[in-house]
């Protein structure tokens, strides 16, 4: 009887959930946008054209390199992977990125006075450490380079939830982390311009030098989801890809 009672439980409520307006919702955006047209490796490559030099590229989280790295076209490319998520980890410096700055400051890898064109921020996706990876980075960018960063704009809370390997979300596999957190702090920071390409899970800049933005005035201090959700477009500076290259083609 108990497990009879059980069962009708369980098709009760996960028909519900299945069919809950908030769990079709979640997979309709997520369907949206995996449908928008650009990839962050051609933002990055539109990024690196833009230079009339050779060029220095640093990835932070590479996983599987055919997926990103391998596509693209700098001069020199350096990699930095401690190898979670993809057993072969074939990258230049097998360890965090919290250990790789802290040795290049202290010239153990490279030389502390290496600059990169563009840094893409890829590893870890909690606020706190891309937070982290921003600020080292900044240090290490010439003054007219970028910061890239993946994964900023979240199409729901159950993509920026804290815990990667729970799937039974509207969001199913899909995780974006709270990246967007720690972008939404830096388009508080009057010391940088920045925008979100609204593409591939939306792929923050961040310039020294290219008006690519400016801040905004901070709010939200407690970071909550549903005021992304309502200032989504002002909060990230989110712009389609053209818009994105008219601008920094005219500058
Ligand atoms: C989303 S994947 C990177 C995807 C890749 N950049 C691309 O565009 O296809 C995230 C990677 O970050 C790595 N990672 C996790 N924690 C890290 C950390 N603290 N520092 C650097 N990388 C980290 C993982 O091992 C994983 O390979």
């Known amino acids: 009887m108990k497990k009879l009672k059980r069962l009708v439980w369980y098709f009760i409520h996960g028909k519900e959930f299945l069919n809950s307006p908030i769990f079709i919702e979640g997979q309709k955006r997520t369907k949206i946008e995996l449908e928008k047209p650009h990839s962050r490796t051609e933002v990055i490559n539109f990024l690196l054209s833009l230079f009339n030099e050779e060029t220095t590229y640093l990835e932070i989280g590479v996983r599987n390199p055919d997926h990103n790295f391998n596509h ?33 400051n202290s010239n153990q890898v490279l030389s502390s006075n290496i600059k990169f064109n ?22 290490f960018i010439t003054e007219d380079g970028f910061i890239v960063l993946h994964d900023c704009n979240p199409p729901t809370e159950w993509h920026a939830r804290e815990t990667f390997g729970f799937f039974k979300t509207p969001a199913k596999g899909y995780w974006n982390g709270t990246t967007w957190k720690a972008f939404l702090k830096w388009r508080f ?19 020294k030098t290219h008006n690519i933005g400016k801040s905004i005035s901070a709010t939200n201090p407690f970071y909550e989801y549903y005021l992304l959700e309502e200032n989504r477009k002002d909060y990230l500076n989110l712009i389609d890809f ?3 290259k008219n601008i920094l083609n005219s500058n």
């Open 72 to 104: 693209i076209k700098a001069t020199t490319k350096y990699s930095v992977d401690p190898g979670l998520e993809f057993e072969e980890n074939p990258v230049d410096f097998k360890m965090t990125s919290d250990v790789f700055f802290e040795k290049l």
């Open 118 to 139: 563009v840094v893409f921020i890829d590893g870890l996706h909690y606020a706190e450490q891309v937070n982290k990876d921003i600020k080292n980075a900044l240090d």
């Open 189 to 207: 920071n009057p010391s940088v311009y920045s925008c979100c390409v609204d593409t591939n899970w939306g792929v923050g800049i961040l310039s």
């Open 242 to 244: 053209d818009s994105l």
